[in-house]
């Protein structure tokens, strides 16, 4: 069963910064409990303690990137519920992954404490101070295969969650929810949404013929913006709960909407408002993702593609989704409008553009001029031609 693991996942063993050969790990103590938060102050060098259970695949991926030698974490990287990639994706990558079990790391550790890692054991100048569990590939490989094994179960209360939650958000089907009025226009227009998913800035890449040949309006999701200037691209619009977008993204010149939740309680309005940022409102049960896609076809959207959506069990299990009631519901109303980034990126073909014929226009002029300069009866019916322009003219 790993070796199936391994296909999956293959390997990318490093020593990262910190490490020492002997497996010992010296690093900067850094803490945050909301790991897409504490990614954005992580530097190599830096030992991460988070608070995460289930490790999804994006938390891992963010962690790979800042180069942290080691993470440090307060809950269970995976519980077994179902299969997430993340602690794998950690381990194989070179990175150390602990999962405490002895002390609490929130309490005995501060930022910038030199930590010493060896194994499970963490120590602050010679003094051991908390344990945990080293997690390793070959376990984490067989708990995965394991996982996979049982899924159903997870398949089964994710369902039932969904059917609970469906009356709770018939809004979204029967468009009962009041959007706000934009500047930027939607109808008629394709309209890309960018979500912060796993590839998004790969397709985001994959799709650039698209986007320099249609212009469609962008629509990024929260942290989704980030990707959207990673990428060279400016977002018209920003909508979300405000707190995976960059400072520098929301101060980018796109519209501001925060999304809410159906009784008007916005937590991410106050970081607009300290920032003095106009924005505006739309409360609305379901995830960020489903209100941008909804709100683009009640604007009369004429194609909505989706750039690091989630679309199938795994994904949104892995970002603690108990069920998927307002993403059915807003399939279910989207309906053909909706297509995704590897769709399009596969089926676009786009046009040769101005910029071949020009480049053979300027070569055939070029050899043109080269072969009546050569020719000198070409050279004088090319002197005859341009004295009658003259006299034509008046010149």
């Known amino acids: ?23 010992e790990i010296q690093g900067t103590v850094k803490l945050g409990r909301r790991t897409k938060d504490l990614v954005k102050r992580l530097g190599p060098g830096d030992v991460a303690v988070i608070d995460h259970v289930n490790i999804d695949r994006i938390a891992a991926e963010e ?21 997430n990639a993340g602690p794998l994706l950690l381990v194989r990558a070179g990175v150390a992954l602990v999962d405490v079990s002895e002390g609490d790391p929130f309490e005995l550790l501060r930022d910038g404490d030199s930590a010493r890692l060896t194994g499970g054991v963490v120590s602050i100048g010679g003094r051991e101070v908390l344990r945990g569990h080293a997690l390793g590939v070959d376990e984490l490989e067989r708990r995965f295969d394991e996982q ?34 934009t500047r930027t226009s939607f109808r008629d227009r394709h309209v890309l949404i960018v979500i912060r998913g796993e590839r998004h800035l790969h397709d985001l890449k994959a799709l650039r013929a698209y986007i320099r040949d249609v212009h469609p309006v962008i629509v990024a999701v929260d942290g989704g913006a980030n990707g959207v200037l990673a990428a060279g691209l400016k977002p018209d619009l920003i909508l979300g709960d405000m707190d995976s977008a960059s400072d520098e993204a929301l ?24 920032m003095g940022l ?19 076809y009640e604007k009369g959207a004429d194609l909505i593609v989706s750039v ?45 553009g101005l910029g071949p ?10 050899l043109l001029a080269i072969v009546v300069i050569v020719s000198p009866a070409l050279n004088d019916l090319a002197e005859l031609f341009w004295l009658k322009v003259k006299i034509w003219l008046g010149l």
């Open 278 to 296: 106009e924005h505006t409102l739309v409360p609305s049960a379901g995830t960020s993702e489903d209100v941008a896609m909804l709100m683009a």
């Open 251 to 274: 101060r980018c010149g796109g519209e501001l909407i925060v999304h809410a939740y159906p009784d008007g309680r916005a937590p991410g309005r106050e970081r607009l408002l300290r």
């Open 1 to 23: 069963m790993a070796t199936a693991s391994r296909r999956r996942f293959p390997a990318l063993l490093s020593r990262r910064n910190g490490a020492s050969a002997d497996g």
């Open 148 to 181: 996979r094994e049982r899924v159903d179960e997870a398949l089964a209360e994710f369902a039932e969650n969904t059917i609970a939650h469906v009356r709770q958000e018939t809004d979204l089907l029967t468009g009962g929810i009041e959007f706000p009025p």
């Open 357 to 366: 014929i020009a480049l053979v226009l300027v070569a055939f002029t070029i």
């Open 63 to 83: 962690l790979i990137a800042t180069g942290v030698p080691a993470v440090l974490n307060a809950a269970a990287s995976s519980d077994g519920r179902y299969p």
């Open 308 to 352: 690091g959506a989630h679309f199938n069990l795994i994904e949104f299990l892995e970002r603690n989704r108990g069920g998927m009631s307002s993403t059915f519901l807003t399939r279910l109303r989207i309906g053909e409008k909706l297509v995704d980034a590897k769709g399009v990126s596969r089926l676009y073909n786009p046009g040769s």
